[in-house]
């Protein structure tokens, strides 16, 4: 199983960049790495996905270098909405072999500071 | 109703007891999955159904019984569990599995 490593909280002031990091130094081949955000009280809520490179969509970017064993997503401009516990996720799920692995990150706690 | 929903929305049960928990999506999805999230501990993966075909996880114990009656529905039954059980259970469904997943709000259970 790939293990990931993120740090437990980050801080913020609105309107800042925020750079988010994660390690997954054994992830495999086959591996896609995916964040997802949650609020108190809910279910997460992806964000974005990538395998290699870099991903944008309309929320974040995912930075993933050359040897995948780390990816940093990235939140423009945050705002208060944006404190949140965001979640690195490192797998695949191989449903026709019967096997899978999903290894969820211990998330990292955002607070944005106003 | 849209999305993924999930009920009972808090469960307070004793070790004996038998109960289930209910999970819907109404996004057309063909993957299915439980997740449980402790205090403690990073959200789990516990089962996967894709094409309402379950994918084994040896590690979960057996008093968890997860049934995916069609692509639609997924239900966690539970039997004797342990106070250690008590935590956020959470469904979540994507068209095609390691896809985005969507979360439904999660059962909190609480094992006396």
């Known amino acids: 199983l790939a293990k990931t490593t993120q740090p437990i909280s980050m801080d913020s002031y609105e309107g800042q960049e925020v750079n988010i990091t994660c390690s997954h130094n054994?992830?495999?081949?086959?591996?896609?790495i995916t964040w997802y955000q949650q609020f108190p009280s809910q279910g997460p809520r992806f964000i974005i996905q990538?395998?290699?490179t870099k991903v944008t969509n309309e929320v974040a970017s995912l930075f993933i270098p050359a040897d995948r064993k780390s990816s940093t997503l990235s939140l423009p401009r945050v705002s208060l909405s944006d404190t949140a516990v965001y979640y690195c996720?490192?797998?695949?799920?191989?449903?026709?072999?019967?096997?899978?692995?999903?290894?969820f990150g211990k998330g990292t706690k955002l607070s944005v500071i106003p | 109703e849209t999305g993924v929903t999930q009920t009972p929305r808090h469960l307070v049960m004793g070790m004996t007891n038998k109960k289930s928990l209910k999970c819907e999506q109404h996004?057309?999805?063909?993957?299915m999955y439980w997740y449980k999230q402790s205090a403690k501990k990073p959200l789990e993966l516990m089962f996967v159904?894709?094409?309402?075909?379950?994918?084994e996880n040896n590690s979960v114990p057996s008093r968890f019984s997860p049934e995916c009656p069609n692509s639609s529905h997924l239900f966690l039954h539970l039997h004797t569990l342990q106070p250690e059980d008590s935590a956020l259970y959470l469904c979540?469904?994507?068209?095609?599995?390691?896809?985005?997943?969507?979360f439904g709000p999660g059962t909190r259970l609480t094992v006396l």
């Open positions: 990538g395998y290699k």
């Open positions: 996004l057309g999805h063909n993957a």
């Open positions: 054994n992830i495999a081949t086959n591996d896609y």
């Open positions: 159904y894709s094409l309402e075909e379950r994918v």
């Open positions: 996720l490192v797998g695949a799920i191989y449903s026709g072999a019967g096997s899978y692995q999903l290894t």
């Open positions: 979540a469904s994507s068209q095609g599995v390691s896809n985005e997943q969507f």
